[in-house]
């Protein structure tokens, strides 16, 4: 996910995008990505034109004139097809390639899936099964995409069973 539509700007189909990814130079006029409330749900659009304001990128989807449209619009995410991703350090990933996994503690307990990430100041939140698990590396010990699993170490409090 690159982004997520906030709100529609002006009168003429602009859309107000909350930028959330560390390449925001990828938004260009003629951008291909797809827009929808999930992966799954999305459908393919073209960005006409891009400018900045007040820290959010506004961008004018292909076809999209009016700001009724944009408002249907309102909450959806941004996502890049797998061909147009840049590759990412070791260590750090996409969001869609995270959610659904997974989360185990190291002791062999499923928590539930990843359901979502949230992204804060200090360091990203991972909601599962309504526990919310800080990404720092003494508790987020192992993402394995390749097994297809989040493994945590569980600190005190983190989860309601424990002390």
């Known amino acids: ?6 709100a529609p700007f002006g009168l ?14 990828r938004y260009v006029a003629g951008l291909r990505c797809w827009v929808g409330r999930s992966p799954s749900t999305a459908h393919e659009m073209r960005v006409a034109s891009v400018r900045w304001h007040k820290g959010r990128v506004l961008v004018k989807f292909e076809g999209v004139d009016r700001v009724e449209d944009v408002e249907t619009m ?18 750090h990933y996409y969001d ?22 949230h992204h804060n ?3 990203d939140v991972y909601e599962v099964a309504g ?4 990404v ?11 097994s297809g699993r989040i493994v945590i170490h569980p600190i005190p ?3 309601d069973n424990e002390s």
């Open 131 to 134: 526990i919310l698990i800080p």
């Open 12 to 25: 003429r189909g602009e859309a107000k995008v909350e930028c959330l990814t560390d390449l925001p130079e």
């Open 96 to 117: 869609d390639d995270l959610i659904g996994l997974p989360v185990w503690t190291d002791d062999g307990r499923l928590l539930g899936n990843l359901e979502h990430i």
């Open 74 to 91: 309102r909450g959806m995410e941004l996502f890049l097809p797998d061909s147009e991703r840049a590759n990412l350090p070791p260590g």
């Open 1 to 6: 996910m690159i982004g997520q539509i906030v």
């Open 121 to 123: 100041a200090a360091n």
């Open 157 to 159: 409090g983190l989860l």
């Open 136 to 146: 720092v590396k003494h508790v987020v010990t192992k993402i394995d995409l390749e």
